[in-house]
């Protein structure tokens, strides 16, 4: 385990787990991680104040790395579940990304389809031949990758078609805005073009009863947000498993 990441202490970093749920029966299949900096007096502060503060590769790098560790130790304790976590844009084209993650993964003792590694849309656009072939290797060997905040960058057919991707994560301020016109037919063309492509569709953001019951009919697979849970400690997301509060 790394002792620093740049400028923090390892234990000044914490994660969180937010819930992933069926869009149907609203069990729990699953959760995202969550990178949280704790502060004096005990408040947590969000990911920007810690990846603002890396200004090098080197160091992001180096937080993926200790971030997927921690995962790998956590997922352990829910075997039947999918842990997603996000990877830095520039992390993602390195061309031994792939390896050193899956060498993580066997020393941390995780099945690799335990694990679902998220990746923003304009992370893969400026290198898209090393990014598809870390997601080939990392597929190979039974690790799912997910494109988070869909909608917000290039949304291309073109990549979507050549990439080995599972799933699609609808950013969340389409769904806060289901009263509009636009963001509604964003939602049925995303879910729409990822079922024809085969793959799974998350709504993020998902707020309450009436927004879960619109993007199940809309064809989303699973939903995400505080109308379940807001993210957790992994204790906390252990105890929610075993109750479920919705």
């Known amino acids: 385990m790394r002792d620093r990441i740049g400028p923090f202490r390892s234990e000044d970093l914490t994660l969180l787990y937010q819930p992933l749920v069926d869009a149907r029966s609203h069990a729990i299949i699953g959760a995202e991680a969550l990178l949280r900096l704790r502060e004096p007096g005990g408040t947590l502060d969000g990911p920007a104040s810690v990846i603002d503060a890396l200004t090098a590769p080197e160091e992001r790098a180096v937080l993926d790395w200790w971030v997927l560790e921690r995962v790998c130790q956590d997922a352990r304790n829910w075997p039947d579940l999918r842990i997603g976590m996000n990877i830095c844009t520039e992390h993602v084209t390195d061309p031994g990304f792939a390896a050193q993650a899956l060498e993580i993964v066997a020393a941390e003792g995780l099945p690799p389809d335990q694990l679902e590694i998220e990746v923003v849309e304009t992370g893969i656009i400026d ?4 990014a598809r072939e870390n997601f080939v290797a990392l ?11 869909f909608g917000t960058g290039y949304s291309s057919l073109s990549y979507l078609a050549r990439l080995p991707v599972d799933t699609i994560k609808i950013d969340q301020s389409f769904v806060a805005a289901l009263d509009e016109v636009a963001s509604v037919a964003v939602i049925q ?3 729409a073009m990822a079922r024809a492509l085969g793959l799974k569709v998350t709504a993020e953001g998902v707020e309450d009863a009436v927004q879960a019951q619109t993007l199940r009919a809309f064809g989303c697979h699973c939903l995400q947000g505080f109308h379940f849970s807001r993210p957790v400690p992994a204790d906390a997301f252990t105890a929610m498993r075993e109750n479920r509060p919705w």
């Open 139 to 149: 597929r190979a060997a039974g690790i799912r990758i997910a494109i988070d905040d």
């Open 189 to 191: 063309a995303t879910t």
């Open 127 to 130: 290198d898209f031949e090393s």
